[in-house]
DNA sequence: GCCAACCTACCGGGCGGTCGGTAGACTACT
DNA sequence: AGTAGTCTACCGACCGCCCGGTAGGTTGGC
């Protein structure tokens, strides 16, 4: 549960340790609350209360409930990029770094769903600047995934993929496990993560032998 | 356009035939505007303003916000089991029948995600009641896909893949295809449903020579 | 004259956010 | 040692605004 300790960490480089924990806390606090509730229909005074301050108090740690939300989502990318995309990058194999993305993005979401939940959720609740940022940053990770996968087909493993759409489907899975998954359920969480890795390389990877056993085409 | 229009016909079978189609009007907008700024971020004015009317207005139609959203997401849960969950019953052999529950669900967001984007993300806006009919009626269905995978693991096409974690895994891929297709965008719906439903299928079927192409398991 | 289909005006309440304080720890100076 | 000043970490009270919802009309077609 130290999830978002680095966000606070990197927010503010000043002051002393004391004020670095209570700010964590309160971002750690607003992340498992904005996702349970959801941002809207979360209050300033909910957050204040899950940490023991009163609102008046809670402003002084924070500029307002927008830059609390951008700053959860920043946290949430920098965790994909460090957690993910870094590591991924320096796999050369396409399928290897394939399986690496939806690994490593699946086992961040098992671990602590908050932050990443939010991530995609709650793109409308910030101001427009930041939210192009947010979204742009999203976009270059869909492109990652879409480039192993045009990586993939050079290889000749895929055939009649579009790498877009593939990247998007694959994303879709992997960030519907936060809805599902819990830590207390049939399965643990790196037997979730296998089994999600596993059907995700079998839906991309080509079958010589695959077709269609009916035809889902008619319309009622 | 008119994917709300059942919905009112179903809640009033009473009145005449302009209130009806002001009532489907209402709900189809309301439906509209929760899908784009979310139901906790839309005021009751919004509505009534998309619809030409005052709030006081509207309230001669509703009975209340919750109510819209709980009418909005039970007429969506109607259109699964209609246009998905029933046709799809009809279909005997497990690979054929997942084909049709694919495709018939990825349409039905192409065609118009509201109401069903809506279903999905809006739970907590509702009452207790409300929301666990809902829910339940959502876990029917992922059960439904969840036999269907049992089935097909019992012909043999499918090996080391949990039913329930499959089921799971599809939907989020469906659901998803909501935030990212554009009806002006490269592809149209009906390439985009096909795309899917391959991936889908695909993701699902074994493949006698699958083997990990690295270790994703190394930890940074 | 009646009723469906609206409207204007209003209500209580909760929201995000701010203001002016202040207890108490710590420092500086005498 | 005493005390004045300073700064961090808060709090109670309040602000203006907008929310969902309602009361009590008004109007136009039958």
């Given at each position: 549960m130290t999830a978002l300790d680095n966000a606070a960490l990197r927010a503010v480089a000043t002051a002393a340790n004391g004020e670095q924990d209570r700010r964590a806390e309160i971002y750690r606090s607003a992340a498992r609350i904005f996702h349970r509730k959801g941002y809207h229909a979360t209050s300033i005074n909910d957050i204040a209360a899950a940490v023991g301050l009163t609102k008046a108090g809670l402003y002084y740690y924070i500029k307002g409930k927008q830059d609390l939300l951008f700053a959860i989502m920043g946290f949430a990318m920098d965790q994909l990029d460090e957690q993910v995309i870094e590591p991924a990058r320096r796999v050369q194999d396409p399928q290897a770094r394939l399986e690496t993305i939806v690994a490593r993005h699946a086992r961040l979401i098992t671990q602590d769903s908050s932050a990443l939940t939010i991530l995609v959720n709650?793109?409308?609740?910030?101001l427009p600047d930041d939210r192009a940022d947010i979204i742009g940053r999203q976009r270059d990770y869909v492109d990652f995934i879409a480039d192993t996968l045009a990586a993939l087909r050079d290889e000749g493993?895929?055939?009649?993929?579009d790498p877009t759409v593939g990247a998007f489907s694959l994303v879709g899975m992997i960030l519907w496990i936060s809805r599902w998954y819990?830590?207390?359920?049939?399965?643990?969480g790196d037997e979730v993560v296998a089994a999600v890795t596993r059907m995700a390389i079998s839906a991309v990877l080509s079958r010589g032998d695959y077709t269609s056993a009916g035809n889902p085409e008619e319309t009622g």
């Open positions: 709650e793109l409308e609740g910030l493993k895929v055939v009649d993929l819990r830590t207390d359920g049939r399965l643990d």
